[in-house]
């Protein structure tokens, strides 16, 4: 109706940086609409607003001539240079998505890769090779935990068969009934 109003060509789409308002009436629309979330409140208007210019939506550029592809997770905006190589990368990303979920479904993983992920975020990869260099990090990091705790604090932790991982509690008890 929005459109119609004043005889424009309404748009397959919009997308809106900001929050949009009477939703039902949106949806109700032949026109998709993506939006940061909704607002009772009506918008400013600062003005006509601009056509086929680039713009910056959520951190993203498009430009005019751009391809914007949106579903139900979002929004992305590809370079009209690169558009007419995404079909042949989106279906080979889809093949492999595919050899993924059936060595998933298999139980098989690809655990080279996902060891090269984690190295890569600074996270230590235990293996055959390097488990028993992982044990001797772990018992002399033990060593140095026992040391600025000290023996007795060290020997309660220990002990302490019913103490959970990040539940502190009862040690505070401790050292506070034994002070």
């Not at 939703?23 to 918008?43: F, M």
């Not at 558009?83 to 993983?109: C, K, M, Q, S, W």
């Amino acid at each position: 109706m929005r459109f119609r109003a004043n005889n424009s060509l309404p748009p397959a789409a919009i997308v809106v940086d900001g929050a949009l308002r009477d939703v039902v009436e949106w949806y109700s629309d032949e026109i998709l609409v993506w939006a940061r979330g909704h607002t009772p409140r009506g918008p400013s208007k600062d003005g006509a607003g601009e056509v086929n210019v680039p713009v910056a939506c959520a951190g993203m550029a498009a430009a005019p001539g751009d391809l914007v592809i949106a579903d139900a997770d979002g929004v992305v905006a590809v370079p009209a240079d690169e558009a007419p190589g995404l079909l042949v990368r989106a279906r080979a990303h889809l093949a492999n998505e595919a050899r993924t979920r059936t060595r998933n479904a298999d139980g098989t993983i690809d655990e080279a890769r996902f060891d090269a992920v984690l190295r890569a975020m600074g996270c230590p990869v235990v293996s055959q090779e390097n488990v028993a260099e992982f044990a001797r990090l772990i018992q002399e990091a033990g060593h140095k935990i026992s040391t600025l705790l000290g023996s007795q604090a060290s020997a309660t932790l220990s002990q302490d068969e019913d103490l959970k991982a990040g539940d502190v509690t009862p040690i505070k008890r401790r050292r506070a009934a034994k002070a």
